[in-house]
């Protein structure tokens, strides 16, 4: 299947410092990036749909300006989180999708995602 | 709204069968997704169903029903590394994938 690379792996940061999550779709063009973050023993929550070129598409409750997506290319999408608290402490997910929607069978290919740790 | 469910804990014996059920009621159905994630890792897609009936791909098959708004994934002759959740996902008439909470399965010797 198509790989999707999610960088880094884990962080550390400082309380109210930044910190940007890279997602990159290796060997596939992704029009749709998806990100995910996933507290301890609970569901996937979808925090954003990006399109590539177009501004990102925030779920009810997400706060854009906190959590900043930039899609500028078919390969790569980030997710910065800016003054970063101890409650943003997740796992976070990125998944990535060739095509505009779930027709034709097209799943969604996901990164290996990112444990945050603010301290 | 739209609701996924399934069961929060299963338990099972290595090289057994476990059935992991599925249930939802979402606004319209373009597709069921199931994926499989261990602690700490990313999900990963084990099936999809978008028609009636089941799919058989090793030793996991998934089954759907669609008039039932119903799903299970069978998981045979079970193995100590099936231990990890399993993750019920549905396309809505929107194309969102709408997320089950994920059923974590234990696997004694």
């Known amino acids: 299947g198509a790989v999707v690379s999610q960088h880094p792996s884990w962080v550390i940061c400082k309380s109210g410092t930044s910190v940007k999550i890279e997602c990159r779709s290796l060997?596939?063009?992704?029009?749709?990036m998806f990100w995910y973050r996933q507290f301890p023993k609970q569901s996937l929550m979808l925090m954003a749909t990006s399109n590539e070129g177009s501004k990102a598409t925030y779920e009810q409750g997400v706060e854009k300006d906190k959590f900043l997506i930039n899609h500028a290319s078919l390969t790569l999408s980030t997710l910065t989180v800016t003054s970063a608290h101890p409650e943003d402490s997740s796992f976070y997910i990125c998944?990535?999708?060739?095509?505009?929607?779930?027709?034709?069978?097209?799943?969604?290919?996901f990164g290996q995602g990112t444990r945050l740790t603010v301290v | 709204g739209q609701n996924i469910d399934q069961p929060t804990e299963m338990t099972a014996t290595e090289g057994a069968i476990v059935q992991i059920n599925c249930t939802y009621q979402?606004?319209?159905?373009?597709?069921l997704f199931w994926y499989q994630q261990h602690a700490g890792e990313a999900p990963t897609f084990l099936s999809y169903?978008?028609l009636d009936g089941l799919e058989e791909k090793g030793r996991f098959s998934s089954f759907l029903s669609r008039s039932k708004g119903y799903s299970y994934l069978l998981l045979k002759e079970l193995q100590m590394k099936d231990s990890a959740s399993y993750l019920c996902?549905?396309?809505?008439?929107?194309?969102?994938?709408?997320w089950g909470a994920g059923t974590k399965l234990i696997i004694k010797p």
């Open positions: 996902a549905v396309v809505d008439s929107n194309y969102q994938l709408i």
């Open positions: 979402t606004s319209g159905f373009n597709g």
């Open positions: 169903n978008v």
């Open positions: 060997d596939f063009q992704a029009t749709t």
């Open positions: 998944s990535a999708q060739g095509g505009q929607s779930f027709e034709s069978n097209t799943e969604a290919f």
